[in-house]
């Protein structure tokens, strides 16, 4: 089973995506999958990104499991 | 009791400035944080003048996220109760974005803790602000929790 990766506000803008999914490899972390996605996705390139996996700020070194939803966005600006 | 709950619908400050109120406590602080017309921008220094905002959650974390605020906020403070409503969606200039309510037996508790929590929430809640202009549009970004990239 794939992962789901949700975008928001900026990140939805750039990509045109709200949702996409993506292969989960073996020991694929956060780190690793943002830079994947960010190949995918060039224009996220000149932003800097967070990545949360099931609803949790992600560390970097983090493994994403088949099934995790993941969301990339950038720094929060609520209040 | 706490609370913590997203919204499209306006904000009454009053009455969630009321739901925190309890026998015990003597003072409520309550911020009311409202969309504001002119921003200067951080790095040009130029104001702009904004026309109305749209604010976007990602509404199950960010419930989470003020969750762990506020219960953060209880282990830091001596404080009763809390209460935190966003809004989102499209506001026009000077409608309440967000309400922080936070009783306590004494006024001192109240203020350090509703400070702590807008500059916490600000840092962490997932919460976007697009400012909307004349001109164009931006999502504004603030200051990140960790670097990724």
């Not at chain 1, 803008?13 to 995918?40: F, M, P, Q």
């Not at chain 2, 130029?46 to 974390?61: D, G, I, K, N, S």
């Not at chain 2, 969750?67 to 282990?75: D, M, N, P």
């Amino acid at each position: 089973m794939p992962a789901r990766v949700l975008f928001f506000g900026a990140t939805a803008d750039i990509t045109g995506h709200r949702e996409i999914e993506i292969s989960v490899s073996d020991d694929l972390t956060a780190e690793a999958a943002l830079k994947e996605i960010v190949r995918n996705l060039p224009g996220l390139g000149s932003h800097k990104l967070l990545i949360s996996i099931n609803q949790q700020y992600a560390a970097q070194d983090e493994i994403i499991r088949d099934g995790d939803e993941l969301a990339i966005f950038t720094a929060v600006s609520g209040g | 009791m706490d609370f913590f709950e997203l919204t499209t619908e306006p904000l009454d400050i009053t009455s969630v400035a009321r739901r925190v109120v309890p026998p015990e406590c003597g003072a409520t602080v309550t911020l009311d944080g409202y969309a504001r017309r002119f921003t200067k921008d951080r790095e040009t220094g130029e104001v702009r003048e904004t026309l109305h905002l749209v604010y976007e959650a990602y509404e199950p974390m960010a419930i989470k996220e003020m969750e762990k605020l506020v219960k953060a906020a209880h282990e830091q403070f001596e404080i009763t109760n809390v209460g935190i409503v966003h809004r989102l969606g499209k506001l026009e200039i000077g409608e309440t974005s967000i309400v922080i309510s936070v009783a306590a037996p004494h006024r001192k508790d109240a203020f350090a803790a509703c400070e702590w929590l807008i500059r916490e929430l600000k840092r962490t809640v997932p919460i976007w602000k697009k400012e909307v202009y004349a001109d164009g549009e931006q999502w504004v970004e603030g200051e990140l929790v960790t670097q990724m990239s």
